[in-house]
């Protein structure tokens, strides 16, 4: 990553880029999924982090379980960040709004083994905890942010739904029309920050992202079949 004193995820999800890199000056996550937020809310604090790892320690990776996460209207925070983990981490494509399947091992097939990473979850949980306490979480629309961060110091990572045209079904509660996104690449090509931009090659980016950096990115599609992530970058690789 390029040298920045700010930090800003628009579109956070399961914050896996957060979570890998080294921690800037300033960092800021955001999302409008309020079962995202309210997740990332919870382990944040010591008592009700503690009892979502209780909660989850005796949940078993189960069809049964995973279904009744769409059915269930959770009686607390504590509760909702649990169904959330079971619908994000026991389903196919972790599609969030609507079941899609329970993901089983059968031939070891499946690129992580699922049963043993919930496992590991309540302990995971601490770790995702200690690196938040200096993370602002923001649930606000992500132009309003980025145009906030207008800044020749600030680096964005954006990782928005992709473009629909490109994958086989809708993954969001929040999802992006096609002008959604040509506002959103306005927004950027209009920055001062430097961006690093997540999606799947279309015509749609490559006509607005003319002259940014790109590298490939192996990766798995909502159905587990391989697929190429694209990042465009506005700054030079060498940075």
């Given amino acids: 990553m390029p040298p920045h004193h700010s930090y800003l995820e628009p579109y956070f999800g399961g914050g896996a880029v957060l979570f890998e890199k080294d921690p800037s000056k300033i960092e800021t996550v955001n999302d409008l999924d309020d079962d995202v937020v309210n997740f990332f809310r919870v382990i944040r604090d010591p008592e009700s982090r503690e009892r979502l790892q209780e909660w989850l320690t005796y949940t078993p990776y189960a069809r049964q379980v995973y279904d009744e996460s769409f059915r269930q209207e959770p009686e607390s925070p504590v509760e909702k960040a649990g169904y959330f983990a079971i619908r994000s981490m026991q389903s196919h ?3 969030l709004t609507e079941k899609c399947g329970w993901k089983k091992d059968v031939y070891g097939r499946e690129a992580a083994y699922a049963v043993r990473y ?3 979850l309540p302990e995971v949980l601490a ?4 690196r938040l306490k200096r993370v602002q979480i923001e ?3 992500a132009i309003e942010l980025i ?5 020749e110091n600030v680096l964005i990572y954006a990782d928005p739904p992709y473009v629909l045209s490109t994958r086989t079904r809708k ?9 959604d996104h040509r506002e959103l690449l306005e927004t950027l090509c209009g920055s001062k920050a430097k961006i690093m931009l997540s999606g799947y090659d279309c015509e749609l980016y490559e006509d607005y992202l003319t002259g940014w950096h790109k590298a490939q990115i192996p990766a798995r599609a909502q159905n587990s079949l391989p697929r190429t992530e694209t990042l465009w970058m506005n700054f030079g690789q060498e940075n």
Avoid at 127 to 130: H, K, L, N, W
Avoid at 147 to 151: E, I, V
Wanted: hydrophobic share 30%; aromatic share 18%.
């Fill in 93 to 95: 494509g972790f599609r």
């Fill in 118 to 120: 919930w496992n590991e």
């Fill in 127 to 130: 770790v995702m905890a200690e």
């Fill in 139 to 141: 649930h606000k629309p």
């Fill in 147 to 151: 145009k906030a961060f207008n800044y």
């Fill in 171 to 179: 993954q969001y509660r929040h999802e992006m029309s096609d002008q």
